[in-house]
C-alpha cells in the first residue's frame, strides 16, 4: 500500500492542514463580556465597575463530569447561578441556563458567570465546542407571552454566537405572518413576536444597541421596526436582533470574537483559538 493510502490519524491531519490551508490571520483585539473585577481569593471576588462596584461577591464553581454551574452570592446568600452541560463530556461545552434575581439584574452578573465558567471548562479541556441552548417552542395563539433569556441572548452575541435556526429562510416577507410589540414587563425590555408559517411557528426577539451590543428599550426602535418588516431581516444578520427562544452555534467566523472577549493576552487568546477549533 503505497503512504498515500494510508488515513491521516491522531495529530497529523491538523499538521497537515495547517500546512496545506492557508487559514485568515488572527488579530488579537481584547474585548471584555463582563464587568471589570479582581480575584480576592479562590472563591471570591470585587467588583470593580458598574452598580456593584466595590461590593465583594462569593464565587463558586463546580465542575462534574456531565455538566458544570456557577454561583454567586453576596452577604452570604445565593443570588444568581449558571447551569452548563458537558455534551459530551470532555468537549461539549452548552450553556442552558442562567438565574439571577430581579433585583441584581442587569448588573453584569450574568456575564461574570459565564466568562468564569468557559474559562474554567478551557483551562481543562484539550478540545471543546461551544453551543447555547434556549429553545422553547411558542403556540401561535398563546396568550401572555413574556421575554425570557435576555442574558443568555445578550451574552451569545457579544461571543460571536449566531442562532441555529435558518434566519434567513424562515423570516423571508412571505413566511411571516404576524408581527406584534410586546410591551416591556417588570425589568424586561419591550420585545418582538414574529409569527411564522413554518417551525418554530413563533420567534420572540429583543433589539441590542448597534454599539454596546447591550439591551435598548426604546420602544420607538421597536415601533419603527414593526413598521418596516424588511428591517427586521437585516437587523438579524446584523446580530441587532438576539431570538429569545432559539438555540445558538459559535459562528464560522465568530471564533476570533470569541477568544478576544474570553481571554486575558494573545497567548493565551491563540491558545484558546486552537482548543475551540479542535486541533
Known sequence: MG??????????????????????PFAWRPARIAPRFEWLDYAHIRMLDGRLAERRLGLRTEILDARAGVYVSLDGRQIARTYIDRDPPG??????????KEQYRRQGIASVMTYVGFRKLL????????????MR?????????????????????RLGFTPELNVDNILRPDNVTSLEILPPKGDFPPSLKIVLRTFPLVLIAFVLDAHSLKLTDDFRTYDKLA??????????RRGLIAIGNGNYRLRRNGLDQFVNHLATDEPEARVFRRQVRGN
Do not use: C, H, Y
Not at 491538523?14 to 492557508?22: G, T
Not at 483551562?123 to 434556549?134: D, G, L, N, V, W
Open 3 to 24: 503512504i498515500s493510502q494510508w488515513p491521516i490519524i491522531g495529530p497529523v491531519a491538523p499538521l497537515l492542514r495547517r500546512a496545506f490551508v492557508k487559514e485568515p
Open 91 to 100: 468537549k461539549g461545552i452548552v450553556l442552558w441556563d442562567i438565574v439571577v
Open 123 to 134: 483551562s481543562i479541556q484539550e478540545t471543546a465546542f461551544f453551543k447555547i441552548r434556549m
Open 137 to 157: 417552542l411558542v403556540k401561535p395563539g398563546d396568550k401572555n407571552v413574556e421575554l425570557q433569556n435576555v442574558g443568555i441572548g445578550v451574552i451569545g452575541n
Open 227 to 236: 413598521s418596516n418588516e424588511s428591517l427586521i431581516f437585516d437587523w438579524v
